[in-house]
């Protein structure tokens, strides 16, 4: 018996020695083909090397960032970055007199926009510098999940994990100001629902300063901080929010009157004849199939969490996992009275994705929880569509020679949107 434990000893030492051997060229590699070595890092991601080398790829894909439509957001940075290499100290400190007054309303574009336009009008520093940002933040909230699918992996905890990886990819940078801010108020509720962290809280509050409407999902995240767990009172209100959407457009509405300046005048535009009859009129020119990706994917989701409300009593679970699940049904409530403002309902519908898979996950790494099996086979089709769905939109913005050998190659000539490789 004592030769057995050393063998499997020795076989444990010369993996990690293995591992350590990969960890040391991975960085080499990464100058040689940066798109090898995100693969090599990516299955080798327990390694502190391979997860540094999967940033610094989030932030070459930024530096080699391309815009393939000039109807997406990051056009209009470009726009910007070039008025603002043109303007004056002054003129930017004028601007910020009037944040939250007027017209402008996030600090962190526009602050990110005036300080690259100091040395350079390159639109690729700056799409450099928002993805190391969004991609920091990214990967700290893949780490924890991946964290609980390493203590029982198997095929449940990948398939969610992989999902909850391309809910908001880093091609999600292209909306700089609301994804951004997902993720750094994603990552800091999730410390304040699991571990009661109320040091996050402040870090949940800045989202507030990337995106102006985080404004409403930090006061859902303050009122399950004081309330905490009341599943009586959240699932009836997740059911009633469902049914009666229109329900609280009246509170939304003075809630937008209360801070006045640029926040009301926001909100009122989002709620204006005209900007839903815009928003419709887009809808009617977009392919069917991403708007059902999205609503299957919400639906599958959404019954899943009420499945697993009704089997849950019988299910042994712990403190992290009944706060997660209180919460979420709250934060669907806030979601499902949001629907009828269009893009703000259906903006905060993926930040609820991100819950309710990280939910999954820490479901899934449980022994025994194989009666749940059979909804991660269910859930494939919609995980699936969304996926193809998030990469056909998201190719719109990759560099087609992000792909190639030579650090900086894309960075030489003009760059080719791999959508129009593919497509």
Do not use: C
Request: aromatic share 20%; no cysteine.
């Amino acid at each position: 018996m004592n030769i057995g434990i050393s063998k499997y000893g020795s076989l444990l030492n010369e993996r990690t020695r293995v591992a350590d051997s990969v960890g040391k060229y991975l960085y080499v590699l990464f100058l040689i083909w940066p798109f090898l070595s995100l693969i090599a890092a990516i299955a080798n991601y327990r390694l502190k090397e391979s997860r540094i080398v999967v940033y610094m790829f989030l932030v070459y894909y930024g530096l080699t960032f391309v815009i393939g439509n000039l109807n997406m957001d990051s056009a209009a940075y470009v726009t910007q970055l070039e008025r603002a290499s043109e303007s004056t100290l002054r003129v930017f400190l004028y601007q910020l007199r009037g944040l939250y007054a007027e017209n402008v309303v996030d600090i962190y574009s526009s602050f990110m926009v005036f300080l690259v336009s100091r040395f350079t009008s390159d639109y690729r520093i700056l799409f450099a510098i928002f993805a190391s940002v969004f991609g920091y933040f990214h990967l700290k909230s893949i780490n924890l999940l991946h964290g609980f699918h390493r203590e029982n992996p198997n095929w449940n905890t990948l398939i969610f994990l992989v999902f909850f990886i391309i809910i908001l990819p880093i091609t999600a940078v292209n909306g700089v100001r609301m994804w951004t801010a997902a993720w750094i108020f994603f990552y800091a509720a999730i410390h304040v629902v699991l571990y009661r962290d109320k040091r996050y809280l402040l870090l949940a509050l800045l989202s507030i300063l990337i995106h102006w409407s985080f404004l409403t999902a930090n006061v859902v995240l303050l009122i399950y901080f004081f309330l905490g767990n009341r599943d009586l009172i959240y699932g009836p209100l997740a059911i009633v929010s469902y049914l009666l959407q229109d329900l609280l457009m009246p509170v939304f509405s003075r809630f937008s009157m209360y801070f006045g300046g640029a926040i009301e005048n926001r909100y009122s535009g989002y709620t204006s004849e005209g900007y839903i009859s815009g928003v419709a009129l887009n809808q009617e020119q977009t392919a069917w199939f991403v708007f059902l990706s999205y609503d299957l994917a919400f639906y599958f989701l959404f019954a899943t969490l009420f499945v697993i409300f009704w089997i849950r009593k019988k299910v042994q679970t712990d403190e992290k996992e009944r706060n997660l699940f209180s919460f979420i049904l709250l934060f669907l409530s806030f979601v499902n009275f949001g629907r009828p403002i269009p893009s703000f309902g259906f903006r905060f519908q993926i930040i609820f994705f991100l819950f309710t898979t990280f939910y999954l996950v820490m479901l899934f790494a449980k022994e025994g929880e194989k009666r749940l099996r059979l909804l991660s086979l269910l859930g494939l089709a919609p995980l699936l569509l969304y996926a193809a769905v998030n990469f056909r939109v998201g190719s719109e913005t990759i560099n087609a020679l992000l792909f190639s050998p030579g650090l900086g190659l894309p960075l030489l000539v003009q760059g080719i949107p791999l959508a129009e490789w593919l497509f």
